[in-house]
Structure formats: structure tokens, C-alpha cells
């Protein structure tokens, strides 16, 4: 069955771009059907969505982190990504890669999830 | 932006006890709500979407009713294994969650 993993630094420092990738396994990414989304979710929080890619590279992002985020795809690696410029620690969460299905929004499949922190 | 709203933020309740959590939304959505389940450490599990549709493997005792503004989880017969935050999210326009209810049990 496809699984989803995140991967990249656990500690960025402030100013700097928070970078993360997340791992598609199981199926393939460009089969089609599906949005490829991050969400993140602040210590002791609730979720907040941050953007999502479909496999032809269309991408839809939170209005309110528009301006820092970029979310990319990679089909050669079955990868998609995200980087999240001039972090602050306002931005030190656990991040989710996701699945939801094409044309629609609920996310069925979720990664384990990574916490990123954001300090010197 | 559309708003969602849960109540209540948290409620203790006793095994067996029918639990009842509401979201409303700030605009109408139609029927676009998900409804998820999270326990400590873990990613969220999808319960609940397009309002009331099952996911597949997910217990009957969970249900869902609402169109509009105004939407209900309901847990028919609460299990120990029920204790955990539970979400709302809109996917009408963007997405946005509601900012969860922890369930207990007594």
C-alpha cells in the first residue's frame, strides 16, 4: 500500500529556508487522482494547512504563508517537497505530508509527521 | 477565510456514552467537512468525509450529519480506544481545520 515519508533537517536556523521532503512509496506520485499536500501542526497545537501539488506541478497554498512557501514535485523520485523561507520559531512545528484525493480535500493518507525546530 | 469553530474544546465522558461534537463553519460549505482522529505522537486518521460518508475500516460508532454552517461527529458508544482530539476541516475553498476537541474517558 502507497506510504508516505517526511525527511529533512530536524534544527534550522532563523532567517533560514526550512526545507522538507516527503517519500511516496507503494504507488506513483504522477498515476494521478491525488493532491500532495503539507500541513503542519504547532507544539501542543492544532493543524494548519500550508499547500498542496497535483503531479502536473498545479499548486495551491495557504493565503497567509503564501509569500515564503514553495511546494515542488519531483516525479523522477516519487518526491514532492516543500521550502518554507526566512523561518522563524514561529514556524517550529511537527510537519505531515499528505494525500487527499484529486478535485477534492479530505486527506486520507498521512506521513508520521517530523518536527522541524527553529532556533540559533 | 473560512472559520471553523468546535465545540466544546474538551469533554470527560464514560464508556458507553453516546459523545456528540459540533464545528460550524464561518460560510456555507456544503457538505465539504472532513472529520479526523488523533492520539498523542501520532498523524491524524480521517474518520469522516463529505459530511457523512464512512471511511473504509473506520467503526460504525463514529457518524457524521451537517450540511451548511453546522456539522456533528457523533461517537454512538464511546470505547477507551476513542480517547484522542478529534478535527474538522472545510475543503470548500482552501482548507482549514477547526481547532480540535479532546475527548477523555471518566
Known amino acids: 500500500q502507497v506510504q508516505l515519508q517526511e525527511s529533512g533537517p530536524g534544527l534550522v536556523k532563523p532567517s533560514q529556508t526550512l526545507s522538507l521532503t516527503c517519500s511516496v512509496s507503494?504507488?506513483?506520485?504522477?498515476?494521478?487522482?491525488?493532491?500532495w499536500s503539507w500541513i503542519r501542526q504547532h507544539p501542543g497545537k492544532g493543524l494548519e494547512w500550508i499547500g498542496f501539488?497535483?503531479?502536473?506541478?498545479?499548486?495551491y497554498y495557504n493565503p497567509s504563508l503564501k509569500s515564503r512557501v514553495t511546494i515542488s514535485v519531483d516525479t523522477s523520485k516519487n518526491q514532492f517537497s516543500l521550502k518554507l523561507s526566512s523561518a522563524t520559531a514561529a514556524d517550529t512545528a511537527v510537519y505531515y505530508c499528505?494525500?487527499?484525493?484529486?478535485?477534492?480535500?479530505?486527506?486520507?493518507?498521512w506521513g508520521q509527521g517530523t518536527l522541524v525546530t527553529v532556533s540559533s | 477565510d473560512i472559520q471553523m469553530t468546535q465545540s466544546p474544546s474538551t469533554l470527560s465522558a464514560s464508556v458507553g456514552d453516546r459523545v456528540t461534537i459540533t464545528c460550524r463553519a464561518s460560510?456555507?460549505?456544503?457538505?465539504?467537512l472532513a472529520w479526523y482522529q488523533q492520539k498523542p505522537g501520532k498523524a491524524p486518521k480521517l474518520l469522516i468525509y463529505?459530511?457523512?460518508s464512512l471511511e473504509s475500516g473506520v467503526p460504525s460508532r463514529f457518524s457524521g450529519s451537517g450540511s451548511g454552517t453546522e456539522f456533528t461527529l457523533i461517537i454512538s458508544s464511546l470505547q477507551p480506544d476513542d480517547s484522542a482530539t478529534y478535527y474538522c476541516?472545510?475543503?470548500?475553498?482552501?482548507?482549514?481545520f477547526g481547532q480540535g476537541t479532546k475527548v477523555e474517558i471518566k
Open positions: 507503494g504507488g506513483s506520485i504522477i498515476s494521478g487522482g491525488h493532491y
Open positions: 501539488i497535483y503531479y502536473s506541478g498545479s499548486t
Open positions: 463529505k459530511a457523512s
Open positions: 460560510q456555507s460549505i456544503s457538505s465539504w
Open positions: 499528505a494525500r487527499a484525493l484529486y478535485a477534492y480535500g479530505y486527506l486520507g493518507l
Open positions: 476541516q472545510q475543503y470548500n475553498s482552501f482548507w482549514t
